[in-house]
């Protein structure tokens, strides 16, 4: 059994051995100091790589999509979790409106029911079809226009001068005479677009009392959230303000996680999913997506770079001596094995960590793992076994980006926040999936630590030898050269 | 109702290719059917077209008496039909106990069935852990019928089941194969006409993505010609082995 476990991780062992060589090398060579400062830069940016790729070599294992979006997904996840940070209130001006959309969206069953039955020509349908949905499109427009929370610019500028007060970049909202309008032209533009996608006069589909009835409840409850998310719009904003920053810190890390997740599912099933049968169209369309949204948060926010401040715990002045004597510091940098290294990188070393080990259960120990992994080889199986494959792809891709956006926020507080933050790291992650093999999480996790490691001490020996700083960025693509030489599916790669 | 599965007329295509052109076959319930036919005659796209994982364009497909054609795969299989593919398809990356538990349709559906799945397979309960790429060829095979046993389903679809087998491990499908076919509807394709002559009462015989005879399997065994016309080579295969 014992031997059975090495030839099984036998990939896993070398690699890990290699490093663990080079790792001994480095640090007689180097020297102990140098040798811990980079091999902690390292697993910084590897921690960041894994939250990016670990997403992303899910949905091309699963669903052969290559997502263009993703680095986007990182990108968004920082501003969304950082305005939660500093400005919550341009995400709750938004919640109802979001809410109210969906409320109409998710109609579309009963609507389905409702006009399939229509006596209209099959030609007439498509213009039916499109001018119902251009009008849905037109109403958001005239819902959202003129919405004062949008002048994040110049709230965000306004904060960084007025530090110290919480409140400073809360931004005024209309009163509520003003807004109810919005959130209930918001669902009617959801059921503009229910009735769109619903096809009327359509007579082939098929429509499930099972549907009807689950769309009238889940229409129900978003309606109630949306009064509710209306009624509190305004306070709600000022009593995060006033909690606590860690607690608010850890809040936008769950709330970029979430509003990435969200934002994946709405993508998968909008613009992925009609796409299955044409795979090329999925790429352009992620690309176009991409797109799409890094302008409309310059848009929102100007092409500007902003600092997301780092919260309390990370940032008292001083150093600590020790991990332990952070817990009651908390300060800025901490002492590891004679360097000096800033807490808050510590704590990305550890949510990624962390990240590792929860995907790692959820893959190997939860039945939503077990159908990923078999759907990774086999998706047709899968389905034929009488599991529901599609909603696993949505399930996955809302994964994937509630990951990535929670790399982003993550990473918010040591990198700029701007609209092009995300492509270097998507970049990177392809090549951590190509190294690790598309579809394996595990090989996510190894190609992110190499690579990781790999920059870092590109980065060093860059600067010692005064080379060019090209040289970490062209190592990453050299090991994977090395790699794909060796094993041309990737180390970890099963996809036939 | 006696027939469990009706077939009528499907057409089949995949991608430009027009694969099925009228296949019908009726299925009884609790009695193993069996479709025979060259390679290619497109015994493979009817299960396929039954499962909805190439859905027919044309034709009824009803089972229990509803008409399945056109719902979605997952929704098909849900109604109770069994899979069990050609090439012994089985997630090797997943242990076999995985590869088991995976096709739970409800919670305790594996627990109720091992003490059956390893009545009919032994070799299964000794290999639990293992990943399915350290199987055998015919312990996956044996692990891929398993699978098919784990939910509470009334009809199974199984595909060629002996292909690539050994002559021992071939009489254990087989006995397996008539043990299941107690409880369960078995609609089976197989070349080996040895095999599908004890097990099967019902035969039809697919030519070019046609039905193009059918009657019961005791009659079939007589007429040597109609044999050698459509599973000429088939048979020669079968008898050898
Ligand atoms: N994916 C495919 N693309 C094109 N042709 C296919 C495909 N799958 C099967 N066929 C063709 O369909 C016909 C029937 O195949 P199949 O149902 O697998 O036959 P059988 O199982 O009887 O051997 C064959 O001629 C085969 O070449
Ligand atoms: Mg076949």
Known sequence: MRQGFFRRNATMVIVLGLIAVLGVIGWITMGQQPFVRTALSGLTIGALYFMVASGLTLIFGLMDVLNFAHGTMFMLGAYLGWQFYTNPTFLFGLFPLVLALLAGLVTSPILRGAFMHLKVSEKAQKTIQTAVALTGIAVIVLAVRGLDILGLAKTAMVATMTMGNPLAEASAQEPLALFWFRPVLMFIAGLLLATASARPGDQTQVVYASDKRRAWIITGSLLVLTVIATVFRESAPNAVLLWNGNLRFFAALVVGALCGAGLGAAVEVSLIRPLYIRPLYQVIVTLGLAYVLRETIQVLWDPLAYQMTRPPMFSQPGKAENILAWFSGQNLTVDVLGVTFPSYRLFIIVLGVLMVIALGLLMNYSRLGMIIRAGVQDRTMVEALGINVRRVFTIVFMLGAGLAALGGIGAAPFIPVQPNMGDAFQLQAFIVVVIGGMGSYSGAAIGALLLGLARAFGDYLALKYSLSPAIAEASTVIIMAIVLLVRPAGLFGKKE | ?241
């Open chain 2, 1 to 241: 109702m006696d027939n469990i599965l009706e077939i009528n007329g499907i057409h089949t295509y995949i991608g430009q290719f027009h694969i099925l052109e009228g296949v019908s076959v009726t299925v009884r319930r609790n009695a193993i059917t069996v479709m025979l036919g060259r390679n290619g005659a497109g015994k493979t796209t009817t299960l396929k077209s039954i499962l909805g994982l190439t859905p027919p364009r044309e034709g009824t497909v009803t089972y229990n008496g509803k008409e399945i054609q056109g719902r979605r795969a997952y929704d098909i299989a849900s109604l109770g039909i069994g899979y069990v593919p050609e090439h012994r398809a089985i997630f090797r990356n997943l242990s076999v106990m995985e590869n088991l538990k995976i096709a739970e349709r409800k919670k305790g559906d594996l627990e109720s069935k091992s003490e059956f799945i390893f009545g009919l397979f032994p070799d299964l309960k000794r290999l639990y852990r293992l990943p399915g790429n350290h199987l055998s060829g015919g312990q996956q095979q044996m692990l891929a019928v398993a699978r098919a046993l784990v939910a509470d389903n009334q009809l199974l679809l199984i595909d060629e089941p002996s292909e690539g087998l050994a002559p021992i491990l071939i009489e254990q499908m087989m006995e397996a194969i008539r043990i299941l076919s107690a409880a369960t509807t078995v609609l089976l394709v197989e070349q080996n006409f040895v095999m599908a002559s004890k097990l099967a009462e019902h035969y039809y015989i697919l030519d070019d993505g046609r039905t193009v005879h059918e009657g019961k399997m005791a009659d079939l065994v007589e007429d040597k010609e109609l044999i050698h016309q459509f599973l000429g080579t088939a048979l020669h295969k079968g008898g050898r082995s």
